[in-house]
């Protein structure tokens, strides 16, 4: 619970690789990435799996395009069936000796080479230390930061004491590769290679879709191929004796089975009226919206911080409130657009702007839920936005001119 408001939350554990092993891995991801996009596209899955890929063609593509890929197709299907599911502990779950054949598959080898052996190894036998640990003894990021040292460890010396005080965990079981290396995302869609083949066949009997986004997957299928409740249930059998083939696991709390008739989609489960929730955006049959947490967790932030600057303020006896770039720039139009991807307000319009291209046929409602965010975000600063950067803006033009 938030401030009375209950958001789910699912906790990942990220893993960080040493700055030297990075660059390694990064390097192999690129070489990996190259073979695997020649073999999805050899064993024609290549549209079929969405996630941790550099396509030349696809710059710029991102879950917005994906979501509204498929939430377009299942208007135009105007009756389907849909089963959404999600692996459990997808990274953490990955048997070593069935990744191992996929990884030579992918790489077109009967064994791997000694470099890449050496990279496997590193990845599936890895070695860490918990962050808290690490602050415990060197001190917090926040804490070095201020004395101007940018890692943990000062010299080799240091990092020798601190290993005798505290020895290395190691991941001695057949499973599990670390998430958040360079090339932990390209060796997990290699893991589920013969999943996304054996899915994507079975789907393709019905003129059905099916996309899986890392841990994530959905299959729509149109009635007029498979008319009955049963056949849709046989199917999702066949899909979880696939799954069990490749070791795979599915969280069933986050697995829905529904179908969609002309505007209105019904969780076959419960037999109610329900919506869709995919890759961030939520479909109702005919509304599209992002999750109802994104525009409550951009509100909260924002508030976090106005909070933040008006104690700051009354503390030091400011004339204004203080962190005034950095409020502009995340919580309003004023800078939306600066930085690599701009602010929460930047994605929301260009959710907003690529469903209306690609799912025309859906009432998308992304704009209308952050619309009022000018009058809230005001009225917790006390002062109109606009005004006081017009003002701002106008001495800075005077001190121009005089300077010339």
């Known amino acids: ?25 990064k390097h192999y991801a690129e070489k990996l990435n190259i073979q695997y996009n ?91 230390y918990n962050k808290r640990v690490l602050n415990k003894f060197c001190g917090s990021y926040k804490k070095l930061r201020r004395l101007k040292q940018y890692t943990y460890f000062k010299n080799p010396k240091g990092f ?3 290993k005798e005080l505290y020895p290395v965990q190691t991941n001695n079981t057949e499973v599990g590769i670390p998430q958040g290396t360079a090339i932990s995302a390209l060796l997990s869609n290699a893991y589920a290679i013969h999943f996304d083949i054996g899915v994507k066949k079975l789907v393709n009997q019905y003129g059905g879709i099916y996309r899986r986004y890392s841990d994530d997957f959905i299959i729509v299928v149109p009635t007029r191929t498979l008319q009955h409740v049963y056949q849709f249930e046989s199917l999702k059998k066949t899909i979880y004796l696939l799954k069990d083939k490749e070791a795979l696991e599915i969280k069933e709390d986050k697995t829905g089975s529904y179908l969609y008739n002309h505007e209105t989609i019904t969780n076959l489960k419960e037999d109610k009226h329900d919506k869709i929730d995919y890759l961030g955006f939520v479909f109702d049959g005919i509304n599209v919206k992002m999750k109802d947490k994104s525009p409550y967790k951009f509100y909260r932030n924002a508030y976090k911080l106005i909070r933040k600057t008006k104690k700051v303020k009354g503390r030091k006896g400011l004339k204004k409130i203080p962190y005034r770039k950095r409020l502009y720039r995340l919580y309003t139009n004023l800078d939306m657009h600066s930085g690599y ?15 209306d291209r690609i799912s025309p046929d859906t009432s998308n409602l992304m704009m209308d839920q952050i619309k009022n965010r000018k009058i809230h975000i005001e009225r917790m600063l006390g002062y109109n936005i606009n005004v006081k950067v017009l003002a701002d803006i106008s001495i800075l033009v005077l001190i121009l001119l005089q300077i010339k």
């Not at 619970?1 to 891995?25: C, E, L, Q, V």
Request: charged share 25%.
């Open 38 to 128: 020649q073999w999805v596209e050899a064993n024609q899955i290549d549209e079929n799996v969405i996630a941790y890929r550099f396509k030349e063609g696809e710059k710029g593509k991102s879950n917005i395009d994906y979501a509204a890929d498929v939430i377009n197709a299942i208007r135009k299907f105007e009756t389907c069936y849909i089963f959404i599911g999600d692996f459990k502990g997808y990274f953490d779950s990955l048997n070593h000796h069935k990744l191992k054949a996929n990884l030579c598959e992918v790489l077109g080898v009967d064994r791997l080479s000694h470099d890449w052996f050496k990279v496997f190894q590193s990845v599936t036998k890895y070695s860490y």
């Open 160 to 162: 020798r004491k601190f």
């Open 341 to 355: 991807y701009g602010n929460f307000i930047t994605y929301a319009e260009n959710a907003q702007t690529k469903f």
């Open 1 to 25: 619970m938030t401030d009375g408001i209950p958001i789910k939350t699912s906790t990942r554990t990220i893993m960080y690789a040493s700055h030297i092993d990075n660059f390694i891995y």
